[in-house]
């Protein structure tokens, strides 16, 4: 056996270039691939990292945001209760105010349909005592009470002012028919009382129930049972 | 009969005579260099099956070296990883009919041990400088240079002898018993033969680590060593 140091040589130089080879081919190109792989990852898992801080960065001002919503919530809800307090003041007092405006209109709404009873029964209650009062001095019709008005009619026109009593033509007006002479008798008397001697004439106006009207041109005197019963009437129905 | 150590020339380059395991050699040089060259054209940063497969190569290698040797792998990835792909290729070439491994040629085995030889000086050289490399000769007292010194010759004798017997050993029984017995008798030793293939070139790449470690080691002066044995 003998080592043959050709070969030897060859083989070491061999594996020499083996080695080189390898390390050019192989071993290099695949050990930077592992470590490009490597520095990515890195890269990546730190990249991850800042994310995650800044999602935490975010997570911390979306809370701060929402403790500020909750806040501003509040406040809202408070100004709310009391503009609603506010609102339920001001609808309360002007519920009031118009409760109190109807009961005003209805009491006075109901003041004036009583008021409006009480005339119309003060008016029905007048007619009544007139229309009694009417029958009443409708039997008392005769020369006394034609005598009692023509006193009161001469009266009246004794009352009178002097321009007045010039008249041309009167009109007597009577309830019932006065008899010739003392259509005479009253015809001289209202003369003596004008101081004038006008034409007059006699007529007859059953309602008038009882007494004498005078009625001129300018003039008019009423002086019987229906005039007086109509002031009397009158006076009811505007009493109070 | 011709010697089944003897190894004659195939062919002359020159004044070299060119045997049979160099040119198994050159074949495996060839498949290696080629392989890796193409299956590294197209490497991506999302890795198919192939360059996951030749990633966990390198990974495996480099983890290695980080267990045995305590550094970072990058110096050391390209000689250590070489040594143990190309032995193990060299062993388990004998799985193809007509081809004996170069490791089973001494030749083969000795310039694979001078080659670590050289390369736990040139390591520890870079690694402390030359003063610092002899120095690592007199730990721990300088009483030991002497036995350090021949126990740096031995050891790469020992890588030497270790790798060619066992893989002379399996071819030379495969050989004899296919001899003996007949065609498919030698397949369980085959396959013990590639078992000590892999083993033996597992074996030779940790020696070869532990060797430079213990070289790197002791040659920084700052760094407190451990005394590698084989």
């Excluded at chain 1, 005003?104 to 008021?115: D, H, I, L, P, Y």
């Amino acid at each position: 056996m003998s080592i043959d140091w050709a070969t030897l040589g060859l083989q070491a130089l061999n594996v020499l270039i083996l080695v080189w080879l390898l390390a050019r081919f192989f071993w290099r190109p695949v050990a930077d691939m592992i470590e490009q792989r490597r520095a990515a990852a890195q890269a990546l898992l730190a990249d991850a990292g800042a994310k995650d801080e800044a999602a935490k960065a975010a997570l911390a001002e979306i809370t701060q945001t929402r403790a500020g919503f909750a806040q501003e919530r509040e406040a809202l809800l408070v100004q709310a209760q009391a503009q609603a307090a506010a609102a339920r003041t001001a609808l309360l007092a002007a519920a009031a105010q118009e409760a109190e405006a109807l009961r005003r209109e209805a009491r006075a709404a109901m003041q004036t349909e009583q008021a409006a009873a009480a005339q119309a029964w003060r008016a029905r209650a007048g007619r009544l005592a007139v229309d009694i009062a009417a029958r009443l001095a409708a039997r008392l019709r005769g020369e006394a009470v034609q005598a009692a008005f023509l006193e009161f009619l001469l009266h009246e026109i004794q009352a009178l002012p002097p321009a007045a009593r010039q008249v041309a033509a009167l009109e007597v007006a009577s309830a019932t028919e006065i008899s010739a002479a003392a259509q005479s008798d009253i015809t001289a008397r209202i003369s003596a009382a004008l101081g004038a001697t006008p034409r007059i004439t006699f007529i007859i106006e059953p309602a008038l129930i009882a007494g004498l009207e005078l009625r001129g041109p300018h003039l008019r005197i009423s002086n019987s049972w229906r005039a007086d019963l109509d002031r009397i009437e009158q006076d009811l129905t505007h009493d109070g | 009969m011709i010697s089944p150590l003897s190894n004659p020339p195939l062919f002359h380059l020159g004044p070299l005579p060119v045997t049979q395991p160099v040119v198994a050699t050159w074949g495996i040089m060839l498949l290696l260099a080629g392989g890796g060259a193409m299956l590294t054209r197209r490497l991506q940063l999302i890795p198919g099956r192939t360059q996951a497969a030749l990633e966990l190569i390198v990974d495996t290698v480099d983890s290695q070296i980080r267990g045995t040797m305590r550094v970072e792998p990058g110096p050391y990835r390209a000689f250590i990883g070489t040594l143990f792909v190309f032995i193990f290729v060299a062993n388990w070439s004998s799985l193809l009919p007509g081809v004996e491994p170069p490791t089973a040629h001494l030749e083969t085995d000795a310039a694979l041990a001078f080659l670590v030889f050289l390369a736990v000086i040139w390591f520890g050289v870079r690694a402390g400088g030359v003063r610092g490399y002899l120095a690592s000769f007199a730990f721990p007292s300088p009483t030991m240079i002497p036995l350090n010194f021949i126990e740096t010759l031995t050891r790469t004798f020992s890588l030497l002898v270790r790798l060619f017997g066992n893989v002379m050993s399996g071819v030379f029984v495969i050989g004899i018993v296919l001899s003996l017995a007949g065609l498919l008798i030698p397949i369980p030793l085959m396959a013990l033969d590639l078992l000590t293939g892999a083993v033996q070139a597992y074996i030779f790449a940790v020696l070869a680590m532990v060797f430079i470690a213990g070289a790197v080691a002791e040659a920084k002066p700052e760094t407190p060593s451990t005394k590698a044995s084989p």
